[in-house]
């Protein structure tokens, strides 16, 4: 990952402007492509069961005293509507190394000489204008709140939770990777946005 982020910052130099940061958002959209299949299939199964959520309550109520008829009748309604609900987690699992990878590939790379960009004097360093920690917070909870639909109390502390805690933690971050993790939500965003304009297309697909 670090030699590909070499590579897009010499294409840059190339291109007359040398930078750092236009390498780090050339490099977040290549990889978002590459796993964009993996990205579609994971969507599909999460808005799948989403559409199924309602009747998984109505069975969890009338079956709430007998966990073997619960089971029984879980498993015929996901084989009825031709939902796998373990679907959604292989293209996880798959992207995960993709996400590691360039995780530490931009949190431990060595730049050739002081990387700027925008407002940013060093991307090596964390931002100190606080700019791009909040731009990580408000991405992912949009992100977040583009896919859940059921809105119990468990969910809505994550939505709150989870945003906190990425905003926290990129404050002590190098600028360059939370200018990773934004520019990636941005476009993770914009591709669940995609998907989501069709619901009932995204369900046919998903069965």
């Known amino acids: ?15 007359g402007f040398a930078n750092y940061g236009v390498a780090i958002i050339i490099l977040t959209v290549i990889i978002k492509m590459v796993l964009y299949p993996l990205t579609v299939k994971q969507v599909k199964s999460m808005k799948a069961m989403q559409e199924l959520q309602p009747k998984m309550r109505e069975i969890q109520e009338k079956y709430k005293g007998n966990p ?3 089971q029984k009748e879980t498993a015929l309604l996901y084989k009825d509507a031709g939902v796998n609900p373990l679907a959604g987690c292989l293209p996880l699992v798959i992207q995960m190394p993709f996400l590691i990878a360039i995780f530490y590939a931009i949190r431990d790379y060595h730049y050739v000489q ?5 407002w940013l ?4 360093k964390p931002d100190h204008t606080y700019i791009l920690p909040a731009l990580s917070a408000l991405t992912t909870y949009i992100q977040q709140r583009q896919t859940m639909t059921d ?11 989870m945003p906190l805690f990425i905003g926290y933690i990129s ?8 200018l990773y993790w934004a520019v990636s939500n941005m476009i993770q965003i914009f591709q669940q ?3 989501y304009r069709k619901p009932a297309q995204i369900q046919r697909e998903a069965r």
């Not at 002081?114 to 925008?118: T, Y």
């Not at 004097?121 to 090596?124: C, E, M, T």
Request: no cysteine; net charge neutral; proline share 4%.
């Open 68 to 70: 073997e008829k619960l």
């Open 171 to 178: 404050i002590s971050f190098p600028a360059g990777l939370v």
């Open 121 to 124: 004097a060093d991307l090596a």
């Open 151 to 161: 809105m119990t109390q468990q969910n809505k502390m994550m939505m709150i939770f």
């Open 193 to 195: 946005w995609w998907m």
């Open 1 to 15: 990952m670090q030699s590909i982020l070499t590579f897009f910052y010499n294409l840059t130099a190339a291109w």
């Open 114 to 118: 002081q990387p700027s960009f925008l």
